[in-house]
């Protein structure tokens, strides 16, 4: 295999990685925060409710853009 | 109208007909693991991501480029060629749809290309190292890395999600489901349209249409492509989605949502740097992954291996097959009656093929 080759495997294998598990993360915060939100407002308390709301909107919008960000960069180098 | 432009019509019409049986047989990587876990209903699986699939195709044009330039000499293909390596490519995947085996239609095509090639101008008319470099490589490494990718990621949810209320958490899950679901579907129509786009774009340059040193995809070429994948796949490819969706693992909606993901970007990573990626591996990767890192035993390893036969078979037999059909057309001379002969003969053969899937009790009648 040539080095050319090779760096583009390379590219294509790290940016997998990099972006499937960023992904994975972050959403999986989205879902937590939700829910512990959810469960304090049961609970009645209200301030930690609005703590894990913003931490769910907060991480749902990164996956957001984490998959945005990863479409332009596919268009940008195509 | 020439006999050349005669051939030229008949290959794009095949490649179209190719595209229809690509997406029609990819349905089930795209939409199988939204269905099994309930995210979204069959129906509006199958249309979300056929127009996801049309929108994709739009993306990039890397993937036709590699098609085009990466695998064999340029000027050693004619449209006879190219005719005979669609032929191959359908064929294959029309046996290994009656069987229910999700192979993929992107190795079936270049495996058809190779061949007919090799039939017609010899072996030195192939790029060994192209073939290497840019697709079996590739072919290995991508579903190992959704492999890895999809366990990773179940890991880490698992981690971070485990003691919350299972029902909310599959709620959040399919929701989250829809979009991977989407963004495969975007990713599936990226990489896998651009192969008919160039294919169709070779015939061109074989023909004369577009000069051999000034390799450009038409927008009527990415037009077409990108309708002929996307009605394929509204068409979609029930027995198949049963296989990936439910024979190889039961999947919880967060399993789903890391198997789609990792898909997704290990495509779209693909399609950036150009290689021709199978969306059925990388698909099928993730799937066992996500499936594995929760419990090994929950895979079901003989319908795995079932699917890896059929990916290691797919490039010879493709490539047999492929130069099967150019040894058949040539026997009609150089002109434009083998490939009409050849076409004619697919159309019925297929039709045969669809009409015994679809009404099994008529072609093989009870034996009671």
């Known amino acids: 295999m040539s080095?050319?080759?090779?760096?583009?495997?390379?590219?294509?294998?790290?940016?997998?990685?990099?972006?499937?598990?960023?992904?994975?993360?972050?959403?999986?915060?989205?879902?937590?925060?939700?829910?512990?939100?959810?469960?304090?407002?049961?609970?009645?308390?209200?301030?930690?409710s609005a703590r894990y709301a913003t931490l769910g909107m907060l991480a749902l919008l990164a996956s957001a853009?984490?998959?945005?960000?990863?479409?332009?960069?596919v268009i940008h180098r195509s | 109208m020439s006999s050349g432009d005669v051939i030229l019509v008949i290959v794009v019409l095949t490649a179209v007909a190719f595209d229809f049986t690509n997406g029609f047989h990819d349905t089930a990587n795209v939409v199988a693991t939204s269905i099994s876990t309930r995210a979204i209903g069959p129906r509006q699986a199958v249309a979300l991501a056929s127009l996801l699939n049309f929108v994709g195709a739009f993306i990039s044009l890397k993937v036709a480029t590699t098609i085009g330039k990466g695998f064999v000499d340029t000027g050693a293909v004619t449209t006879t060629v190219v005719f005979a390596?669609?032929?191959?490519?359908?064929?294959?995947?029309?046996?290994?749809?009656s069987y229910g085996l999700p192979s993929s239609s992107s190795h079936a095509l270049i495996g058809g290309l190779v061949g007919s090639v090799i039939a017609a101008q010899g072996i030195?008319?192939?790029?060994?190292?192209?073939?290497?470099?840019?697709?079996?490589?590739?072919?290995?490494?991508?579903?190992?890395v959704a492999f890895v990718v999809a366990g990773a990621s179940i890991l880490i949810i698992y981690r971070i999600i485990g003691r919350l209320r299972p029902g909310a958490v599959g709620r959040g899950f399919r929701?989250?489901?829809?979009?991977?679901?989407?963004?495969?579907?975007?990713?599936?129509?990226?990489?896998?349209?651009?192969?008919?786009?160039?294919?169709?774009?070779?015939?061109?340059i074989a023909?004369?249409?577009?000069?051999?040193?000034?390799?450009?995809?038409?927008?009527?070429?990415?037009?077409?492509?990108a309708s002929a994948i996307a009605l394929g796949t509204f068409t979609g490819g029930w027995r198949i989605i049963k296989t990936v969706g439910t024979r190889i693992i039961s999947m919880d909606p967060a399993q789903g949502f890391a198997a789609q993901t990792a898909g997704a970007v290990v495509i779209l990573a693909a399609s950036?740097?150009?290689?021709?990626?199978?969306?059925t591996h990388v698909i099928s990767g993730g799937i066992t992954g996500a499936g594995a890192a929760k419990s090994v035993s929950a895979v079901r390893w003989g319908v795995a291996g079932d699917i890896v036969r059929a990916w290691i078979l797919t490039l010879p037999a493709a490539a047999c097959m492929a130069a099967i059909v150019y040894g058949i057309t040539s026997l009609f001379g150089h002109g434009a009656l083998g490939p009409v002969v050849v076409a004619g003969i697919l159309l019925l053969a297929a039709a045969a093929l669809v009409a015994r899937r679809i009404h099994p009790a008529i072609a093989s009648p009870a034996t009671s």
């Open chain 1, 3 to 48: 080095i050319f080759a090779a760096a583009a495997l390379i590219k294509m294998i790290y940016s997998s990685i990099i972006a499937g598990l960023s992904v994975a993360l972050v959403f999986s915060i989205a879902v937590f925060g939700v829910i512990r939100s959810s469960d304090m407002r049961r609970a009645r308390r209200p301030a930690a």
């Open chain 2, 207 to 225: 023909n004369g249409n577009i000069p051999a040193a000034g390799f450009h995809v038409p927008v009527w070429v990415v037009f077409v492509s």
């Open chain 2, 85 to 97: 390596a669609l032929v191959g490519a359908i064929a294959w995947n029309l046996i290994t749809w």
């Open chain 2, 124 to 144: 030195t008319a192939v790029n060994g190292q192209g073939l290497v470099d840019k697709l079996i490589v590739p072919a290995v490494v991508s579903p190992l």
């Open chain 2, 272 to 279: 950036s740097v150009g290689y021709p990626l199978s969306t």
């Open chain 1, 65 to 73: 853009a984490i998959a945005i960000a990863g479409l332009v960069l």
């Open chain 2, 175 to 204: 929701l989250g489901q829809i979009v991977s679901g989407g963004l495969l579907a975007l990713s599936h129509g990226t990489n896998d349209a651009q192969k008919t786009m160039g294919v169709i774009t070779l015939a061109l």
